[in-house]
């Protein structure tokens, strides 16, 4: 598997990210944002976490417009594979490649800890190492990791499966327990919590093994 | 000419921000206060002098990157 990892100013989960794709076997390529176009005949592009451009006018929205990303859409909309975490899964529904919105924690507060999740959706290339009902525990590290969604787009997501995990207790207020939403082809997944950071037990988890190692054995397949 | 551009939470979509501030005058003696919302002012200085013309360009910026039309909206005045 060909992947990529873009670095906006304020990215500080990208190497995280670059570290877990690589144990799993990924050819990986570091990406500066301004870099108008993705290399050739990439299968994956991530999108890491960090607070991009300062977090200013809204979390990742002036990452949405950098330069690179008209790229990263073209790449989803050509039915590539995209992953953000974070910062990342803000970057995407900035940019219209996911659904809903992200703000303020309901809380206020910033909110670093391990959670448990739910695993809602088994059948999609990053899920299909674990099973639908598995709990897994992934980091977070998020003050605006409050997902939004209008009621009628909700109900939407639950009838197509698009709900990737959910928080086995809510930590931020997002609507519907929503951690992790996927997109309609199955190709893009945005999850606030961090399964980057659970590939080590040395740093106190390896949960999010399984997602890159079923990631890069699914595309090498396809 | 100047432009002034309101972004506010839409009607529906918490907020945390506006909740907390409430509260916060309430523990301070402030009574009857019913509901606060915050949102952001962005003022624009543009070359442009037509205001119909001026508020057009504030619109696309605002469609385009200065609100987030899935939880916002915004209002453009000339000022």
């Not at chain 1, 809204?58 to 594979?81: D, K, N, Q, V």
């Not at chain 1, 809903?100 to 059948?123: H, M, P, T």
């Not at chain 1, 327990?177 to 988890?205: Q, T």
Request: hydrophobic letters at 40%; proline letters at 4%; one cysteine or more.
């Amino acid at each position: 598997m060909r992947a990529a990892v873009i670095v906006f100013p304020g990215s500080n989960c990208d190497r995280d990210l670059a570290v877990a794709f690589e144990r799993a076997g990924a050819d990986v390529t570091m990406v500066w944002h301004k870099d108008d176009h993705l290399p050739e005949g990439l299968d994956m592009v991530a999108v890491p976490g960090g607070f991009s451009f300062g977090d200013y006018l809204r979390c990742g929205a002036i990452a949405a417009r950098s330069p690179i990303t008209r790229s990263l859409i073209r790449h989803g909309e050509r039915g590539g594979y995209i992953l953000g975490v974070c910062n990342g899964f803000q970057v995407l529904t900035e940019t219209g490649l996911l659904p809903g919105a992200l703000i303020r924690n309901a809380g206020l507060k910033f909110i670093c800890k391990d959670v448990e999740l739910n695993v809602e959706n088994d059948q999609t290339a990053f899920t299909q190492g674990y099973s639908k009902g598995e709990q897994v525990t992934f980091p977070i590290a998020h003050h605006d990791g409050n997902y939004q969604v209008p009621d009628e787009k909700l109900a939407e997501l639950r009838g197509e499966g698009r709900i990737g995990f959910t928080y086995a207790d809510n930590p931020n207020g997002s609507a519907g327990d929503i951690a992790g939403v996927i997109s309609r082809n199955r190709r893009v997944l945005g999850l606030m919590p961090h399964p980057e950071r659970a590939v080590d037990a040395a740093h106190g988890g390896t949960d999010g093994v399984a997602m890159f190692s079923a990631l890069v054995e699914s595309v090498v397949a396809a | 000419m100047k432009i002034r551009v309101d972004v506010m939470l839409k009607t529906g979509v918490l907020d945390p921000q506006g909740a907390a501030v409430q509260h916060a005058l309430g523990t301070m003696g402030f009574e009857g206060i019913q509901g606060i919302r915050q949102g952001k002012v962005i003022e624009l200085d543009l070359a442009e002098n037509d205001k119909a013309k001026a508020c057009a360009q504030a619109k696309e910026m605002c469609e385009k990157l200065l609100a987030n039309t899935v939880i916002e909206s915004y209002k453009v005045e000339a000022l």
